[in-house]
C-alpha cells in the first residue's frame, strides 16, 4: 500500500485567495448554526477579504496534491503576533496540520521579535480550544468577547522566551 502523499506547509499567494476562502467555509461549515449570521460571515471571509488580509500579514496553507487543506494566518500587532482564520477540512483534521500551523506562527512570531501570540475563539469549537491549550494558550478575560453577537474568548501563549531558550545563537 502506497504512503499518503507528504502535507506541505507554504505561504499563501494572492492567486490562493479563493481557495484560503473555500477552505475556511469548509472548516467551519459543521458550526455555522452556532454562529450569528454576521459572526459566520466574518470567519469565513470571501477571496477579496483574504486578499486584505494577506496584505495584513502572512497567510499559510496546508497542501496535499494541490488540493488545499487547511490555512491559518498571522498579523503583528506591536510585540505581539495575532492569528486568525485558522482552519483545516473535515477530512485532514488529525493528521498534524494544526500543531504545524502552531508551529509556523510561533516561528514567525518569533522571527519579528514577538513576545505572545494571541486568538479569538468561540467556545463551541472545542477541538481546537484542545490544540491551543495543549500547544501553551492559556484564556485571558482580554477582548473581544463576541463576534457580532457570536461568543469569544482570547486565548495567549508568551513565546519568546521559549524559542530562545532553544536557539543556540
Known amino acids: 500500500m502506497p504512503a499518503s502523499p507528504e502535507i506541505e506547509i507554504r505561504q499563501a499567494k494572492p492567486q490562493d485567495a479563493p481557495a484560503v476562502a473555500k477552505v475556511l467555509c469548509e472548516s467551519f461549515a459543521e458550526y455555522e448554526a452556532l454562529y450569528t449570521r454576521a459572526g459566520f460571515l466574518a470567519t469565513t471571509p470571501n477571496a477579496n477579504e483574504v486578499l486584505a488580509r494577506m496584505r495584513e500579514g502572512p497567510v499559510w496553507l496546508a497542501c496535499r496534491e494541490e488540493r488545499v487543506l487547511g490555512t491559518v494566518a498571522a498579523v503583528a500587532k506591536g510585540q505581539s503576533v495575532y492569528m486568525r482564520g485558522m482552519g483545516v477540512v473535515p477530512e485532514a483534521r488529525g493528521s498534524g496540520i494544526g500543531p504545524r500551523f502552531l508551529e509556523c506562527v510561533e516561528q514567525w512570531a518569533h522571527d519579528h521579535g514577538c ?17 491551543y491549550e495543549k500547544y501553551g494558550f492559556r484564556r485571558t478575560e482580554e477582548e473581544p468577547h463576541d463576534l457580532f453577537g457570536t461568543p469569544l474568548f482570547t486565548m495567549e501563549k508568551n513565546v519568546h522566551k521559549h524559542l530562545a531558550d532553544h536557539d543556540p545563537n
Open 115 to 131: 513576545f505572545r501570540i494571541f486568538l479569538s475563539t468561540t467556545p463551541f469549537l472545542n477541538a481546537a480550544i484542545r490544540l
